[in-house]
């Protein structure tokens, strides 16, 4: 397997992706436990996990999650200094670069997941001809290009 795997996006907009979910993860995190973070790669695809040990959440709240303004707790959002916003900010940046992201939590583990397209063979996107415009700022646009 090679060293080095090459997802096709906007490195900023996805380092902001991260950024959210390992932000999260530390501050729901128990007191000295551990972040795992991993990478594998399925057919086009590369999917990073991201899981930490904490208060597992709700089955009930696993759909509320990824909105704009969810909070799992105030009391605890609080403390943390979150909106309510990072998440949200994440699915929709995911689902721009035609990824998925998830989120699974039981008997204390809460795992993040983001699949993205992985560069095809020859430096070519594997699924359409289009590219993400990094200059403006705020929403990322969807722009055709020629190959």
Do not use: W
Not at 22 to 41: G, H, M, P, Q, R
């Amino acid at each position: 397997m090679e060293d080095t795997i090459t997802v096709y996006g906007d490195s900023e907009k996805l380092a902001r992706v991260f950024n959210n979910i390992l932000k999260n993860a530390i501050a729901y995190s128990d007191d000295n436990s551990t972040i795992e973070v991993s990478v594998k790669v399925q057919k086009d695809m590369a999917t990073v996990t991201c899981t930490n040990t904490g208060t597992t959440i709700p089955l009930d709240k696993h759909n509320q999650i990824f909105d704009k303004f969810y909070r799992l707790n105030d009391a605890r959002s609080t403390n943390t200094g979150g909106a309510g916003l990072g998440l949200a900010i994440a699915k929709e940046i995911v689902t721009l670069h035609e990824g998925q992201i998830d989120m699974q939590s039981e008997n204390g583990k809460t795992v993040f997941s983001v699949k993205l397209p992985l560069i095809a063979q020859g430096g070519h996107h594997a699924f359409d001809k289009t590219y993400f415009d990094s200059t403006k700022y705020g929403r990322l646009k969807k722009i055709e290009r020629d190959l």
